[in-house]
């Protein structure tokens, strides 16, 4: 388990979530276009977090174009029915 990139990726996340959160809560003029951006980011670092988790360290550091792209999608090896 690629602990360090999974750690990275999941505090990033977290900082978006509080971010976003204080965001909703104190500004009225908080718009869909703003949302619409930090739920992209939210998304991308906690996609990655689970996709890189079996990655080794030397392909997480270097992370290609195709990595980039394939790591940050929604998971397909999750089952989200239950």
């Known amino acids: 388990m690629n602990r360090e990139f999974i750690l990275i990726n999941l505090k990033e996340a977290q900082e978006e ?3 976003t959160i ?6 009225s003029e908080y718009d869909p276009g703003e949302y619409f951006v930090a ?10 977090a689970w996709n890189i988790r079996d990655s080794d360290s030397i392909r ?3 992370c290609s174009e195709d990595d980039f ?7 397909s090896d999750i089952d989200m029915s239950c």
């Open 17 to 19: 979530l509080s971010r």
């Open 22 to 27: 204080q965001e909703i809560e104190n500004n």
């Open 39 to 48: 739920m992209q980011h939210l998304y991308h670092h906690i996609n990655t």
């Open 60 to 62: 997480a550091e270097i």
């Open 69 to 75: 792209r394939k790591w940050r999608q929604f998971p």
